[in-house]
């Protein structure tokens, strides 16, 4: 026999255990399970660095499987977005993961476009998988999905957008709205143009409130022709632009609720004519990577996904300490796509 077939015919080491890191290290397995369960604050202490060393040493790898058994839980969260072709939303779903991860969970993502129907069938999908809970930036101010998760006791939490009543994580947006239409004013602009998005959406909705505040606050006249609702991606950016920027007497300075709407407004203008920066001013909101790099540089709004990420998942996980609302601060990002108006 070869020394191949010999090495064939050894029996396979069995996977380290958390008796094996328990009788090395001489502790009980449960405060071996209390040290490596990623769900619980990381101790510092030295013999919980003893105990992870010795486990890996050992090559002990945590059966997730048993130990949501023993829990009666599958540790996966599900994530559901309108889209992953958004930026916004696949990035978000990014720092969902990333967060559950640091907490031993692992995240599953569903899309249900714009669609009630396709939202409400990608949640049932996802609850047919036996997730722990659901993250949702999918909720529309009309929608009574969420009522529905309540009334069932469904462990959900909002994300970018809110309904007001379930638990939601969420960016300061009518301050963010406020912050880019008062650097707008500042800058001396008195004609200002707003694309709002979808008046379903709480976060455009309450950017077009900070709009109206920092308008009404100047004592500017908020112009009816110069304002609009639209989609949130670039194609409605370009044809809502167009229509205001072909006006024989157009806004100096717009601002538009996301950053796709505010690259459709670049290719509007570029259409007319018009060098952004100079004849028009333009701010966009989320402050995507693309937005930087652009020939013009975008002014944008900044709210940090990853805080309104990590929010969401510690009120999944830890609903007694639920206060109903996180709320992260945006900040403006200014760039070479807003200055002075020309005189």
Request: with cysteine; charged share 25%; net charge neutral.
């Amino acid at each position: 026999m070869d020394q191949e077939s010999e090495q064939n015919d050894l029996p396979e080491k069995k996977p380290a255990t958390m008796r094996d890191v328990a009788r090395a290290v001489g502790v009980s397995v449960s405060t071996v399970s209390r040290v490596l369960d990623e769900r619980l604050p990381t101790s510092r202490s030295a013999s919980a660095d003893k105990i992870r060393q010795v486990a890996r040493e050992l090559g002990y790898r945590r059966d997730y499987v048993a130990s949501s058994l023993r829990r009666g839980d599958t540790g996966t969260l599900g994530v559901l977005v309108p889209r992953l072709t958004d930026a916004v939303t696949a990035m978000l779903f990014e720092e969902i993961a990333r967060a559950a991860a640091r907490r031993g969970y692992f995240a599953i993502v569903a899309t249900c476009g714009d669609s009630k129907e396709q939202e409400k069938n990608a949640v049932e999908s996802l609850l047919d998988r036996r997730v722990d809970g659901l993250i949702m930036s999918t909720c529309r101010l009309d929608d009574p999905l969420p009522q529905t998760l309540r009334e069932r006791d469904v462990p959900h939490v909002l994300a970018l957008r809110t309904d007001g009543f379930s638990p939601s994580s969420v960016g300061d947006d009518e301050l963010g709205g406020y912050l880019a239409t008062r650097h707008l004013i500042d800058l001396g602009h008195r004609d200002i143009g707003l694309i709002g998005g979808p008046d379903f959406a709480s976060n455009a909705r309450n950017r077009r409130k900070g709009f109206e505040r920092a308008m009404q606050e100047a004592g500017l006249r908020i112009e009816a022709e110069w304002c609009c609702h639209s989609d949130f991606n670039i194609a409605s950016g370009e044809q809502q632009g167009i229509k205001m920027l072909s006006q024989p007497h157009r806004p100096s300075a717009l601002f538009a609720v996301n950053d796709e709407l505010a690259i459709g407004v670049l290719a509007a203008a570029h259409q007319q004519g018009l060098v952004i920066g100079e004849d028009l001013s333009l701010v966009g909101y989320n402050d995507i990577p693309l937005v930087s790099r652009l020939p013009v540089a975008l002014t944008s709004v900044r709210t940090p996904l990853e805080h309104i990420a990590s929010n969401a998942v510690d009120m999944l996980l830890n609903p007694e300490i639920n206060n109903n609302m996180r709320i992260t601060t945006p900040s403006l990002i200014p760039r070479k796509s807003t200055s002075s108006p020309r005189k």
